[in-house]
Nanobody
Framework: QVQLVESGGGLVQPGGSLRLSCAASRIIFNIYTMGWYRQAPGQQRELVATATSGSSTNYADSVKGRFTISRDNAKSTVYLQMNSLQPDDTAVYFC???????????WGQGTQVTVSS
């Protein structure tokens, strides 16, 4: 059974940084597009960023220039570096894996990110 396990969430002050990690197992990591979604309380889940197997990346407009997605295929791990965090970034962040040009097939359990002073 495929597993995506996120880590790195927590509480951070506005303007601070966090780095999320997602370790994948039982998956042919190299062929999957990896992504991060987030869901804030009372809001719909939204795409944050994706990285294809060739490391082409895509970002939501709200995080461009602040967040960076990267992947280490040798470690079957995807990262999300989040800088200049703002209270609006507060959400549960989910790691995803999907075949190219398809919706995510697999989801992690989520990790909470809270930006507050």
């Amino acid at each position: 059974q495929v597993q995506l396990v996120e880590s790195g969430g927590g509480l951070v002050q506005p303007g601070g940084s966090l780095r999320l990690s997602c370790a994948a197992s039982r998956i042919i990591f190299n062929i999957y597009t990896m992504g991060w979604y987030r869901q804030a309380p009372g809001q719909q889940r939204e795409l944050v960023a994706t990285a294809t197997s060739g490391s082409s990346t895509n970002y939501a407009d709200s995080v461009k220039g602040r967040f960076t997605i990267s992947r280490d295929n040798a470690k079957s791990t995807v990262y999300l570096q989040m800088n200049s965090l703002q209270p609006d970034d507060t959400a549960v962040y989910f790691c995803t894996a999907g075949l190219p040009n398809q919706l995510p097939r697999y989801w992690g359990q989520g990790t909470q990110v809270t930006v507050s002073s």
